[in-house]
């Protein structure tokens, strides 16, 4: 089987023929001359068509087919396409019902199964294959190729993690293929499919690229297939408001538990706590507080009150054990879920101990992954602050999220009952108290849960 590099050194741009665009351009000069010099080989060509024409960025076969035996060209695009193995993977192969022997699952198959076929028939927009791992979301991709392949139509399948090993692999010496080669043919391919998009390692290189691919197949309106394990709502937001778009794009669901319970209450408030802590519910009138601690409790619910209508910049709420601040950030977080924020609320303790278990074999979900939603949520809420096990692990994870936080103006909100002004060299200390994005908020006031009061 040739390898990637292999094949799509025979598919970089080159010299066309009249007003055609090859796709498979001579890459190697001493190679030999090809049969067909309008598609050199490939059998398909694009059409040298402006922005803005029906015809822009689509393939059509090249005038060579004609002189092609059906099973001559089958293997032509098979072995253009990238599948390798998956090439005997058809419709005929695959039950109806799917791997899963539950019944809704079963019925949730059937439903992708029936899709998929009409798909294959006519690729038009974008189809979002969602589901757990070993649910067939692949096996229904590689069919869908497979039948376009049949039909005489040009694809490209590519798992999404191999493509970006791929991309960075265009910039060592010893690459014969050049990085623009490699990528303008897979954003261009007639037919893309994306295996496993989620998968791939969560930097920011990684991200851009694969959203220039998106977008671009999405503003030309190319037909694109793309398998996904990991929950749509956890991926990059930019992706998602292409993946999403109901005018282009059909979601399948493959499987009943395709957002798995290890993101149910991933960051979330549980709604009987929402429901409790509320501005409403909150006494500014404290716990026998006198004049001084009231007000302390006024200023604290008047700054809480116009964060959740403006959520910009910093807020730290410092102060004792049950002087309110946690009811305070909680009531800032119903306000910002009701006007259709993304808020995501840890104690800081366990959000280190849901880190650490992404390392364990059994997790379902990376740390990369897991660490891009806490640091890039629209708002993040971090209670007792300072109160964890100080590793030095715990230290780095800290810091690095509050860095990149605070150079990102995202919107946070602290509690913590203490932040020792004597160590503003500490990083972390001075981005708390950094003036142009944080305000402090000292409450003091006694304790709420004495004689009975709620926190």
């Known amino acids: 089987m040739e390898s990637l590099e292999e094949i799509l050194k025979k598919l970089t741009p080159g010299n066309g023929s009249g007003d055609m665009v090859s796709r498979n351009s001579r890459a190697d000069q001493e190679s030999e001359e090809p049969d067909c010099i309008i598609c050199n080989d490939l059998g398909w060509v694009v059409p040298n068509a402006r922005l803005g024409d029906p015809g822009f960025g689509k393939a059509v076969p090249c005038s060579c087919r004609e002189s092609l035996s059906d099973p001559s060209r089958l293997v032509q695009l098979q072995r253009y396409s990238n599948l390798g193995p998956l090439t005997k993977i058809r419709f005929d192969y695959i039950h109806p019902s799917g791997p899963s022997s539950g019944e809704i699952d079963k019925k949730l198959f059937e439903s992708a199964f029936n899709t998929a076929k009409g798909f294959a028939e006519d690729p038009q927009g974008w189809l979002i294959l969602s589901g757990k791992s070993g649910s067939g979301?692949?096996?229904?991709?590689?069919?869908?190729?497979?039948r376009v392949l049949e039909k005489g139509h040009p694809s490209f399948f590519m798992f999404v993690p191999d493509l970006l090993d791929h991309l960075r692999s265009t910039y060592t010496s010893s690459s014969d293929i050049s990085y623009d080669q490699l990528f303008e043919q897979v954003r261009s391919a007639p037919l893309l499919v994306l295996d496993d998009l989620g998968k791939q390692s969560a930097t920011s290189w990684a991200q851009e690229k694969i959203y220039q691919v998106i977008n671009y197949r999405y503003v030309n309106a190319l037909p694109t297939i793309f398998t996904i394990s990991t929950p749509i709502e956890d991926l990059d937001a930019h992706w998602r408001t292409r993946l999403l778009d109901d005018s282009s794009s059909l979601i399948c669901n493959l499987s009943s538990d395709a957002t798995d319970a290890y993101r149910d209450d991933w960051g979330k408030i549980d709604r009987k706590i929402l429901d409790?802590?509320?501005?409403?519910?909150?006494?500014?009138?404290?716990?026998?507080?006198?004049?001084e601690q009231a007000q302390s409790l006024d200023m604290a619910l008047a700054y809480?009150?116009?964060?959740?209508?403006?959520p910009e910049g910093w807020l730290v709420f410092l102060g004792p054990t049950g002087s309110g601040k946690t009811h305070l950030s909680i009531a800032i977080a119903n306000e910002c879920i009701n006007n259709g924020r993304n808020v995501m609320y840890f104690l800081v303790a366990d959000l280190l101990d849901y880190l650490r278990d992404t390392f364990s074999p059994d997790s379902r979900v990376t740390y990369d992954r897991r660490f891009d939603q806490v640091r890039n949520a629209d708002i993040l809420i971090l209670r007792d602050f300072g109160a964890h096990h100080a590793t030095p692990w715990a230290r780095e994870k800290l810091y690095q999220l509050l860095v990149h936080r605070h150079d990102s103006r995202l919107p946070t909100i602290i509690t913590t009952r203490e932040l020792d002004e004597g160590k503003r060299s500490d990083p972390v200390v001075s981005r708390l108290l950094d003036v142009t994005l944080t305000s402090v908020i000292p409450i003091d006031a006694p304790d709420y849960r004495y004689r009975g009061r709620d926190s």
């Open 304 to 310: 809480a009150k116009n964060f959740a209508v403006s």
């Open 276 to 291: 409790r802590f509320t501005f409403r519910s909150f006494d500014s009138r404290g716990n026998a507080a006198n004049r």
């Open 137 to 146: 979301k692949t096996q229904l991709a590689a069919a869908i190729v497979n």
